[in-house]
T-cell receptor, first 115, second 111 residues
């Protein structure tokens, strides 16, 4: 069974540009969540999608957006990049809501560097 | 709001020594708790999760954690550290369908 696939693994962008990251969840998983990991702020929740609907959103500016397709694949987009957006972006997939019976499986992440 | 606190951002042990990584949670209801491990340049791998079926939870790679509601703790232990255990460890609680993570503890293992 294939795991969570994130592409690309590494990305370098210039301030002001926009970027799109992709996540393919485990087959059969309908929930996809995105997290930002930085040395200063740690792991922070961005948003969660289930069956193409955003169910939950973290405390990030509107420059961060996402979507989910009918095949459960998800993309996140960051517009007008800032230096502070440099981070490891992690995608997690789960069958449904993460609780004691449902766990989240993470991809290897996309390392975004903004210069 | 639910949260988790990991005491100690860095822990160093000798190979073969006991590993103890601390996690305390704040929750007014029984929480859904997890421990994840992250190796360099990798994503997060689930070590174990608290399911309320048992207070002592066994995970992968010889790790286990004990849920103590009276102390609001879910500390991670391993009797004997291996060099391959060197990584960053995260405690997390599930809240409203999202995971809230602690700040992480980096474990170093000395030969």
């Amino acid at each position: 069974k294939a795991g969570v696939t994130q592409t690309p693994r590494y990305l370098i962008k210039t301030r002001g540009q926009q970027v799109t990251l992709s996540c393919s969840p485990i087959s059969g998983h309908r929930s996809v969540s995105w997290y930002q990991q930085t040395p200063g702020q740690g792991l922070q929740f961005l948003f969660e999608y289930f069956s193409e609907t955003q169910r939950n959103k973290g405390n990030f500016p509107g420059r961060f957006s996402g979507r989910q397709f009918s095949n459960s694949r998800s993309e996140m987009n960051v517009s007008t990049l800032e230096l502070g957006d440099s981070a490891l972006y992690l995608c997690a997939s789960s069958v449904s809501v993460v609780d004691m019976n449902t766990e989240a499986f993470f991809g290897q992440g996309t390392r975004l560097t903004v210069v | 709001a639910q949260s988790v606190t990991q005491l100690g951002s860095h822990v160093s042990v000798s190979e073969g020594a006991l590993v103890l990584l601390r996690c305390n949670y704040s929750s007014s209801v029984p929480p859904y708790l997890f421990w994840y491990v992250q190796y360099p340049n990798q994503g997060l791998q689930l070590l174990l999760k608290y399911t309320s079926a048992a207070t002592l939870v066994k995970g992968i790679n010889g790790f286990e954690a004990e849920f103590k509601n009276s102390e609001t703790s879910f500390h991670l232990t391993k009797p004997s550290a291996h060099m391959s255990d060197a990584a960053e460890y995260f405690c997390a609680v599930s809240a409203g369908g999202k995971l809230i993570f602690g700040q992480g503890t980096e474990l170093s293992v000395k030969p």
